[in-house]
Each structure stands twice: as C-alpha cells, then as structure tokens.
C-alpha cells in the first residue's frame, strides 16, 4: 500500500504551463502518475504535450475529476493558489514544491484549510511525494526508488533523497516518501505522517530525519512513545549549526537550547527511537532492523 498518493491519484498541476512546472509535471506523468490537468488564469483551452489548461482549479476539477493539486506557482502568488486549491470540492490534496512563501501567507492557507477543508497540504517548500510503483507527485528522483515496506519522511529534500537512495542501494524499498518542508508553517507535521504510516499494514518500518529548529521532532518523539508500535530509524541534521544561526531552512533556527540538534536527539530516543549519527547510516539501521 502507500500514504497520499497512489494509482487512483489524478493530478491538476498548478503552473502547468511554466518551465518548471511543465519538466517536473512530465516527469510525473512519464512516471505512471495520471496527470489529467493544468490550470493557469489566462491560458485556458491551452495544452502541454496533450494535458488540458484550464483558467481555474474548479474547472480542471469539473472537466477532468482531478482530485490532487501540485502547486508551481511564484511565491507572490501561491497564497491565492493555494486557497483555490483548498476551496475546490474534489481536491483531497495539495503539494506546494514553492518556495520562499512569506510565512504570514503561509500561516494564514495553514489557517483557511484547518478551519474550512479536509484537504491535505504537504508543503510548501517541499520535494513532494512518491509511493514507488504508484504515483509520483513532485521533484523526487524515481530513478532511486523501488517499493517496499520503510516509510520516509523527512524535512530536507535533499536528505530525503539521501535516504532513498541508502535503502534502495540495499535493496529495501520504500511504501511512500515524502518531504514536509523546511518551512515555518508546514502543512503536514511528521505526526501527521507517522500516524498515516502506522495506519498503513504494508509500512513496517519508519525513518524520520528531522533537522534544528522548531519542535516538530519532540512532538514526533511524544507520538511515537504513546502511539507507534514500528521501529522507527531517524536522523538530525545541524549537530554542528552555530547557535542562532539559520541553516538552510526559513524553520531551522535554533533560539538558546530549543530546538538544538542534541535535543531532539534526546527526546526521540527517549521514546525508543533509533537515532544514527551520518545519514549514510540510515540504510544499515534500516536493515538490521528488517
């Protein structure tokens, strides 16, 4: 099985018709992802390489039944993106790859979707997701996957890729990866992920890789102490991340002794969790525990 994303995904991509969002959207669809949509104001009754343009999220919805939106949209701009996406009947979905979204934006799409939608943001500033052998939504390289029971999810792009490429190397396959974003305001927290994780029966093993700043890796730590029953592996980056000094990420800035690489550490293995020391680590954890 997978999380988010799987055959019966049928994708609208938001900024179809831009450079970026026209490579990664193929790239999708060349994968086995149903790409049926894109939307653009101004460029309806257009086409990219067969998929249909349309001027608003709730016509592509209309016309195509399209139930998951991929947000490539300048950042001035994704707020409003994001809110369409969210308002229209059908999309159970969102992935925002955008980045550089103003936090206030961010907190007031965060605020819209708690309040009036059951929709799901991964993002913004995310890699996206893929369940390898289903569905592909994003910038993740599929070249590095194969399917398999270990559920990923991580914070950095880059090091979700790192991991993916650890296990797969090992020959140990994934059910779904997917990046939450580096953002203050992320859409999905990690609990929200462990949780579909544990829910799924065909995910039997976790990695989480959590980075400074913020307390979503002590909130993941408290999930898994009273809720997880799999093994979970996880790595922190920023052990080495000057205090006070943003790393990369608009979230990982480190105030005083919150949200410091050592104590996240602590926290999750506290809870039971497998914390290694290098990511290149994270793929040995993995299968001794398999």
Do not use: W
Request: proline share 6%; hydrophobic share 40%.
């Amino acid at each position: 099985m997978a999380i988010l994303v799987d055959r019966q995904t049928r994708l609208l991509v938001q900024g179809l018709t831009g450079r970026e969002g026209s490579f990664h959207a193929l790239r999708n669809r060349a994968y086995g992802t149903n790409l049926v949509a894109g939307v653009t104001p101004g460029k309806g009754g257009d086409g990219v390489d067969g998929v249909p343009v349309f001027d608003t999220v709730f016509e592509a919805v209309e016309a195509t039944g399209a139930n998951t939106a991929m947000t490539f949209v300048p950042a001035r701009f994704a707020a409003d993106a994001l809110l369409e996406a969210g308002a229209a009947d059908g999309i159970d979905l969102i992935v925002c790859i955008t980045e550089g979204i103003p936090a206030h934006d961010e907190a007031r799409v965060f605020n819209y979707l708690q309040q009036t939608s059951e929709t799901v943001l991964v993002g913004p500033n995310c890699p996206g997701i893929i369940s390898p052998g289903q569905a592909n939504v994003g910038i993740m390289p599929h070249e590095i996957t194969m399917p398999g029971p270990v559920g990923v999810v991580s914070r950095s792009g880059t090091l979700t890729y790192q991991a993916m490429h650890e296990l797969t190397s090992r020959g140990i396959g994934q059910s779904t990866c997917l990046g939450i974003g580096g953002d203050p305001v992320p859409g999905t927290s990690f609990v929200d992920v462990l949780e579909r994780f544990q829910a799924d029966p065909e995910t039997t093993t976790m990695v989480l890789i959590g980075e400074i700043g913020g307390e979503a890796e002590e909130e993941a730590a408290a999930y898994v102490e009273s809720s997880v029953t799999k093994p979970v592996i996880a790595y922190i980056a920023g052990f080495t991340a000057p205090a006070g000094k943003k790393m990369g990420h608009a979230g990982a800035i480190v105030s005083g002794s919150s949200g410091t690489a050592a104590a996240k550490k602590e926290a999750l293995e506290a809870a039971g969790v497998t914390v290694v020391t290098y990511p290149t680590e994270i793929g040995e954890a993995v299968a001794r525990v398999l």
